[in-house]
C-alpha cells in the first residue's frame, strides 16, 4: 500500500474490504470525511502517534514498511519503526515509501476496535486490533494483538498471544488474554483519560476484537 494512499482510498478499496477488513475499519474510524480524504498513510504512521488508529491495524496483520532514500531501500517490520511518541526509526534524507503485509488465508478473522471521547472527530483513548487463525482441530494457530494509545508507542501484546497461540476455546479464554495484555501497558493520565480508565478500557476492547475475530475464523472453518 503506498504511503500516499489516503484513508478514503483503503475505505474504497475492494481488494482490503476483502483482505483486510480491520483496516478498513480503522481508517473509517479517522477523523470526518474530509480528513480522510486528505490524511494518508504514510501520514499516519510517520507522525509516530500512541493513538494513531490505523498502526493497531497493521500490527495485527505483521506489516512491515519501506523505507527509501537516495542510496537505496529497506524493509522494517512495523514493530521496530517507532521509537517513541513522535519518533521513528527513518534516518535524515528517508521517508516512508510503502506498507505490506501478507494476504491471511484459511480459517481466520480479524478486528479493530477504537474508544475515543465522542463518536466522530476523536483521538483514541484507547483502541485494539486482533488477528487470529485457526488450525484444523480448532485451536488457535496464529494470534496477534495490537494496542493503541496504551503506551509510548502502538504496540503488539506478546503477553496476550501467549494465552492464545495454541489455546482451545472457552468462555473464559479471551478474557484471561486481554487481562494478560495489561502486562504490556503504561498508559498515561492526560486530558483524554485517566490511566486507571485507559487499563479497564484495554481490556475491554481486547476481548471484544478477539471474540469478533474469532467468531470470523470459525464461520471460515466451518
Known sequence: IGALSTHADLINSVLLQQTAPLLVQAAASVGCPQTRQRGTLGGNLVNASPAADLAPALLALDASVWLQNAQGERQVPLTEFWLGPGKTVLNSGEYLHSAAFVPP??????????????????????????????????????????LGSLAPQAKRSPAAEAVLTDAAFDEYLFARAAQAALADISPIDDVRATAAYRTSSCKVLVERVL????????????
Open 211 to 222: 471474540n469478533e475475530a474469532y467468531h470470523q475464523a470459525f464461520g471460515r472453518a466451518a
Open 105 to 146: 488465508q484459511g480459517a481466520y478473522g480479524m478486528a479493530f476496535s477504537k474508544l475515543g471521547k465522542r463518536s466522530g472527530m476523536a483521538i483514541a483513548v484507547a483502541s485494539a486490533a486482533a488477528f487470529l487463525a485457526l488450525d484444523a482441530d480448532g485451536k488457535i494457530q496464529t494470534a496477534r494483538v495490537a
